[in-house]
């Protein structure tokens, strides 16, 4: 069993994820947000780059023991899942956002056969619309996606309805309410700040700060 707290401890020791309710960030899609997540920083820390993909490889090895192939998305994905299949014995893909624009046209990189059951991974699932994009193009492929394992979700309503209507299995190592609670605990942000922090998950499109 994947312990969150400790995922959660582990990517707010290197950082990879800051909080500021007071001065928040904006998204790409325009959203105001108090937390910023970056798991690529723990690439730059051996130990706790190790713990989590061990614990990665745990969940895929309980939940997904059929599972034949791995798959990650780019570009944040590629080395977690290329970590993940290799301590796993597992051939890897990874999948581009869209097709390579010279060579071969490639979108998703690596030898695969159709039917194979594949587990996608991901660094982080915010709406879950992304994530789901490229299991719709692994699955015009004639591949078998069987879930989805990430280290950290924010847990958006949008996103459990997403995946639920795909009928994907999907688990994450974390989650932001786990994550705000152990910021708590540190001393990183206030209790009140907490209550701001966790209204902002209800409505992150309409939130103000």
Not at 64 to 79: D, M, Q, S, Y
Request: aromatic fraction near 10%; charge should be neutral.
């Amino acid at each position: 069993m994947t312990d969150a707290k400790a995922i959660a401890d582990k990517l707010l020791q290197v950082n990879a994820v800051k909080l500021s309710p007071a001065e928040p960030f904006t998204w790409a899609s325009g959203w105001k947000s108090p937390i910023y997540c970056d798991n690529r920083k723990v690439l730059s820390f051996p130990y706790t780059r190790d713990y989590i993909k061990s614990e990665m490889c745990n969940v895929v090895f309980e939940q997904f023991p059929e599972a034949e192939l791995l798959a990650g998305v780019a570009t944040a994905g590629i080395a977690w899942g290329a970590m993940a299949a290799d301590q796993l014995k597992l051939p890897y893909i990874y999948v581009r956002p869209k097709p390579k624009e010279h060579g071969l046209g490639n979108q998703i990189e690596g030898y695969y056969e159709a039917g194979q059951k594949v587990v996608v991974i991901e660094d982080l699932v915010s709406t879950g619309k992304s994530s789901l994009q490229v299991v719709d193009v692994l699955k015009a492929q004639g591949l078998e996606v069987i879930g989805m394992v990430s280290i950290f979700t924010y847990g958006f309503p949008v996103a459990t309805e997403a995946f639920a209507k795909a009928s994907l299995p999907y688990h994450s190592l974390t989650d932001y309410p786990t994550l705000i609670s152990s910021a708590v605990q540190k001393g990183i942000v206030t209790a009140g700040q907490q209550e701001v922090l966790l209204k902002w998950r209800d409505d992150p499109a309409g939130w103000k700060g």
